[in-house]
């Protein structure tokens, strides 16, 4: 009988080293990561004002609301909503958009059926509508926000509804013919009494 204690042998299973190297390589690349965040949030504290206490908590200084215009505002809002210059800037842009862009790619040669008005600008309800599938071609053709299904999604859900309303037949182009331009008319002359108040 031999004096040396009983070893007991574990059979190390083959696939086992493998996903310890995978382990490693997960808490490497964690770990670089936390360093990223890290450096990222120190370089945020350094360029934070003297006094300004509140940055990166996601608070509003006292006497500063989240109403207030800053720089940080990245997308514009809906055109309908802005005021002249910011109205006339917006659709300078627009109109850059549906000229360089939809007017070429996407409009066929206007008919009874698909109608269409050079002075699409002078139509409001042509203006909201193409202002909100601009809105959604920006967002939706940049791989990094949407990936590589945004185009498809674009076109399915604004694009294609949106060319059906103004082209159709009952649409803000229903008075425009190749040679004549005719604004819609049917608006009410007075804006609904919700919006305005007459004295009594």
């Known amino acids: 009988m031999s004096d040396e204690p009983d070893v007991p042998r ?8 493998q996903d310890v190297e995978d382990l490693r390589a997960d808490v490497v690349r964690l770990t670089g990561q936390v360093k990223t965040l890290m450096e ?23 006497g500063k609301t989240g109403d207030e215009d ?26 850059e958009w549906v000229e360089g862009v939809l007017v070429p790619g996407y409009l066929a040669e ?15 309800v042509a203006v909201a509508r193409l202002h909100a599938c601009w809105l959604a071609w920006q967002e939706l053709t940049d791989p990094a926000t949407c990936g590589y299904t945004g185009p498809s ?3 399915r859900d ?21 040679n004549e331009h005719q604004i819609n ?10 919006w305005s108040h007459t004295g009594d």
């Open 158 to 178: 604004h694009l294609d509804p949106c060319m059906r309303e103004l082209r159709g037949s009952s649409g803000p182009f229903e008075g425009c013919t190749k």
């Open 70 to 95: 800053d720089e940080e505002w990245k997308f514009p809002p809906f055109i309908l909503l802005l005021d002249p210059p910011e109205y006339d800037d917006e659709l300078r842009a627009l109109t």
């Open 185 to 194: 008319h049917r608006l009410p002359g007075l804006v609904p009494s919700a």
């Open 110 to 124: 206007p008919s009874a059926e698909a109608r269409w008005c050079h002075r699409w600008f002078d139509h409001p």
């Open 10 to 17: 574990f059979e190390v299973p083959v696939g086992l080293f």
């Open 40 to 62: 990222a949030a120190e370089t945020r504290a350094e360029e934070t004002p003297p006094g300004d206490e509140t940055a990166g908590t996601g608070e509003e200084p006292e």
């Open 153 to 155: 999604v674009w076109h």
